[in-house]
Protein backbone atom coordinates (compact mmCIF):
# COMPACT_ATOMS: atom_id res chain seq x y z
CA UNK A 1 0.00 0.00 0.00
CA UNK A 2 1.43 3.57 -1.03
CA UNK A 3 0.48 6.40 1.38
CA UNK A 4 0.54 10.02 -0.77
CA UNK A 5 3.72 11.91 -0.01
CA UNK A 6 4.09 15.50 -1.73
CA UNK A 7 6.93 17.61 -1.18
CA UNK A 8 8.44 21.11 -2.51
CA UNK A 9 11.86 22.47 -2.37
CA UNK A 10 12.19 25.99 -0.69
CA UNK A 11 15.38 26.64 -1.11
CA UNK A 12 18.13 24.72 -4.26
CA UNK A 13 18.69 21.10 -2.44
CA UNK A 14 18.66 17.58 -4.07
CA UNK A 15 15.19 15.53 -4.05
CA UNK A 16 14.63 13.33 -1.54
CA UNK A 17 14.92 10.35 -2.29
CA UNK A 18 14.95 6.37 -1.54
CA UNK A 19 18.61 4.29 -1.84
CA UNK A 20 16.72 1.48 -3.54
CA UNK A 21 13.24 0.54 -4.16
CA UNK A 22 12.84 -0.89 -1.15
CA UNK A 23 14.40 0.85 1.71
CA UNK A 24 12.60 1.88 4.27
CA UNK A 25 13.55 5.55 4.70
CA UNK A 26 13.85 8.85 2.41
CA UNK A 27 16.85 9.97 2.08
CA UNK A 28 17.10 14.10 2.78
CA UNK A 29 20.50 15.63 1.62
CA UNK A 30 22.19 19.42 2.78
CA UNK A 31 20.77 22.06 0.71
CA UNK A 32 23.07 23.76 -2.22
CA UNK A 33 23.00 27.16 -0.07
CA UNK A 34 24.08 25.63 3.37
CA UNK A 35 27.23 27.58 4.33
CA UNK A 36 29.86 24.66 5.40
CA UNK A 37 29.71 23.71 9.18
CA UNK A 38 32.13 22.18 11.02
CA UNK A 39 30.70 20.31 14.24
CA UNK A 40 32.98 20.02 17.26
CA UNK A 41 32.41 16.66 19.27
CA UNK A 42 29.80 17.34 21.67
CA UNK A 43 28.19 20.42 19.69
CA UNK A 44 25.16 19.74 17.82
CA UNK A 45 23.91 21.84 14.51
CA UNK A 46 20.92 22.61 13.05
CA UNK A 47 20.26 22.06 8.70
CA UNK A 48 17.70 23.34 6.90
CA UNK A 49 16.47 20.66 4.54
CA UNK A 50 15.22 23.23 1.83
CA UNK A 51 12.04 20.93 1.82
CA UNK A 52 8.37 21.53 3.18
CA UNK A 53 6.15 18.22 2.88
CA UNK A 54 2.37 17.20 2.93
CA UNK A 55 1.30 13.55 4.16
CA UNK A 56 -2.33 12.62 5.73
CA UNK A 57 -3.38 12.88 9.15
CA UNK A 58 -2.51 9.78 11.28
CA UNK A 59 1.25 9.51 10.05
CA UNK A 60 4.36 11.69 11.17
CA UNK A 61 7.45 11.74 9.20
CA UNK A 62 10.16 10.20 11.68
CA UNK A 63 14.38 11.58 11.69
CA UNK A 64 16.38 8.32 12.03
CA UNK A 65 20.28 7.82 11.17
CA UNK A 66 21.80 7.17 8.44
CA UNK A 67 23.65 4.56 8.95
CA UNK A 68 27.01 5.33 7.17
CA UNK A 69 26.74 9.20 8.36
CA UNK A 70 26.17 7.71 12.26
CA UNK A 71 29.13 4.95 11.99
CA UNK A 72 31.67 6.98 9.97
CA UNK A 73 31.17 10.56 11.34
CA UNK A 74 29.63 9.58 14.80
CA UNK A 75 26.74 12.14 13.52
CA UNK A 76 23.20 11.41 15.25
CA UNK A 77 20.07 12.53 15.10
CA UNK A 78 17.79 14.66 17.50
CA UNK A 79 14.32 16.58 17.24
CA UNK A 80 12.73 13.17 15.24
CA UNK A 81 9.16 13.89 15.01
CA UNK A 82 7.53 15.80 12.37
CA UNK A 83 3.70 15.86 12.80
CA UNK A 84 1.69 15.62 9.51
CA UNK A 85 0.13 19.28 10.77
CA UNK A 86 3.43 21.29 10.20
CA UNK A 87 3.82 23.34 7.45
CA UNK A 88 7.31 24.80 8.33
CA UNK A 89 10.74 23.68 6.70
CA UNK A 90 12.11 20.74 7.89
CA UNK A 91 15.02 20.76 9.79
CA UNK A 92 17.76 18.40 10.74
CA UNK A 93 18.97 18.11 14.03
CA UNK A 94 22.39 16.56 14.86
CA UNK A 95 24.95 16.09 17.23
CA UNK A 96 28.94 14.87 17.09
CA UNK A 97 28.72 12.65 19.51
CA UNK A 98 32.20 11.20 18.01
CA UNK A 99 35.96 12.86 19.02
CA UNK A 100 36.42 14.68 15.88
CA UNK A 101 35.47 17.31 14.15
CA UNK A 102 32.73 16.89 11.32
CA UNK A 103 32.43 19.12 8.42
CA UNK A 104 28.89 19.04 6.85
CA UNK A 105 29.07 20.66 3.25
CA UNK A 106 26.26 21.08 1.05
CA UNK A 107 24.92 18.26 -1.36
CA UNK A 108 26.02 15.20 1.67
CA UNK A 109 23.24 12.74 2.47
CA UNK A 110 22.80 13.33 6.00
CA UNK A 111 19.74 11.77 7.29
CA UNK A 112 16.95 9.06 6.70
CA UNK A 113 13.11 10.16 7.45
CA UNK A 114 10.64 7.43 7.49
CA UNK A 115 6.63 7.73 6.64
CA UNK A 116 5.70 5.88 10.17
CA UNK A 117 1.18 5.32 10.62
CA UNK A 118 0.41 6.99 14.36
CA UNK A 119 -2.39 6.01 16.14
CA UNK A 120 -4.12 9.50 17.41
CA UNK A 121 -4.80 7.91 21.14
CA UNK A 122 -6.34 10.67 23.20
CA UNK A 123 -4.47 10.96 26.89
CA UNK A 124 -6.95 10.39 29.39
CA UNK A 125 -6.13 11.00 32.98
CA UNK A 126 -7.71 9.24 35.79
CA UNK A 127 -7.99 9.98 39.35
CA UNK A 128 -6.12 7.35 41.21
CA UNK A 129 -3.59 4.57 40.27
CA UNK A 130 -6.37 2.14 41.62
CA UNK A 131 -8.55 3.23 38.59
CA UNK A 132 -5.85 3.54 36.33
CA UNK A 133 -5.13 -0.15 36.96
CA UNK A 134 -8.92 -0.98 36.67
CA UNK A 135 -8.38 0.41 33.27
CA UNK A 136 -5.46 -1.80 33.13
CA UNK A 137 -7.41 -4.37 33.94
CA UNK A 138 -10.66 -3.56 31.22
CA UNK A 139 -7.89 -3.81 28.27
CA UNK A 140 -7.61 -7.49 29.02
CA UNK A 141 -4.12 -7.43 30.55
CA UNK A 142 -4.55 -9.17 33.98
CA UNK A 143 -3.16 -8.42 37.09
CA UNK A 144 0.40 -7.31 37.62
CA UNK A 145 2.46 -8.21 34.56
CA UNK A 146 5.78 -9.63 34.55
CA UNK A 147 7.79 -5.99 34.64
CA UNK A 148 5.86 -4.25 37.42
CA UNK A 149 7.26 -1.07 37.89
CA UNK A 150 10.98 -2.21 36.78
CA UNK A 151 12.81 0.65 35.12
CA UNK A 152 16.05 0.68 33.31
CA UNK A 153 17.72 -2.50 33.30
CA UNK A 154 14.83 -4.51 34.89
CA UNK A 155 14.76 -7.04 32.21
CA UNK A 156 18.46 -7.86 32.24
CA UNK A 157 21.62 -6.74 30.98
CA UNK A 158 22.54 -3.57 28.79
Not at 24 to 32: E, H
Not at 81 to 109: F, R, W
Not at 116 to 125: G, Q, S, T, W, Y
Given at each position: ??????????????????????????????????????????NA????????????????????????????????????????????????????????????????????????????????????????????????RG????????????????
Amino acid sequence: MSIDFFFTKVRPVKSPTRGTAESAGIDFFVPDDFEPVEVLPGNATLIPSGIKCAYPPGYALILFNKSGIATKYKLTSLACVCDSDYQGEIHISLINAGLDAVSITPGMKIAQFILVPVDLAIPREVETEEVLWNSWESMGRGGSSERGEGGFGSTGEF
